[in-house]
């Protein structure tokens, strides 16, 4: 079960760093826009988890007449988006899995955040309600095989610690909607705690309710059986592109 108040937290401290650490949902922002259909005019758009801005800016792009909502659940993410962007936008900060309006958007979009659901299909469900009658949700997302070298070193170091979430399988995606594109990006760091570092300055660490305090003597242990196992300290990410 992911915890929305540390989740909020983590990204909140990160909304400064974000930008200099985010490599992969930056080019999972491009590779998302790709897919987006072409329509102009005063379409009406919502951004999910919109972050320091870096996916609003390609929609700016593309659709530069549109009217973009911007909602996110930290306040600071939210921030960011309005000294970028200005008051050209609206803005939301909210939970999106509990999120209710009386507007319905063209399209509904997110680059990178639905991992952080604990429960995607009953939130696209409600998120749907919200689309118009020819409309369409896309997204990108972190799915299962993520951190897989992550999670086996500290899995095997001991039950206890789980520094990665769980991610969405390929199935479950599959269920939701239309698979649009499946990849595996590969990021190599000079250590263990260089990748850790990474994945913080991003507010992207484990935000589960069973997470337990890392110490660097048990980081030595986990970056051991880590590179005895990978030879280097490479992280798997598996990108989906989903269409509904
Ligand atoms: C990895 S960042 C992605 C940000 C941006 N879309 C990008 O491409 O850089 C995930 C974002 O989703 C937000 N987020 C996480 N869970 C959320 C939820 N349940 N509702 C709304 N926003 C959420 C976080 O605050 C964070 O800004």
Known sequence: MIKKETVKKNFSKSAESYDNYAIVQKHMAHQLANFLPILSGEIEILEIGAGTGIFTKLLLKKYPL???????????????????FGEQLDYIVDDAENFSTNKKFDLIVSNATFQWFNDLGKSLLNLKRFVKKNGNIYFSIFSEGTYKELSYSFNKFSNDYKYSQNFYSINLLANVGFVLKEEIFVEEFKSLFDFLKSIKKIGAQSSLKDRKTLTPNILKKVEKIYLEEFKKIKASNYLTYVKI
Do not use: G, P, V
Not at 66 to 84: F, G, Q, V, W
């Open 66 to 84: 549109a009217k973009i909502t911007l909602l996110d659940i930290s306040e600071n993410m939210i921030e960011a988006c309005r000294s970028k």
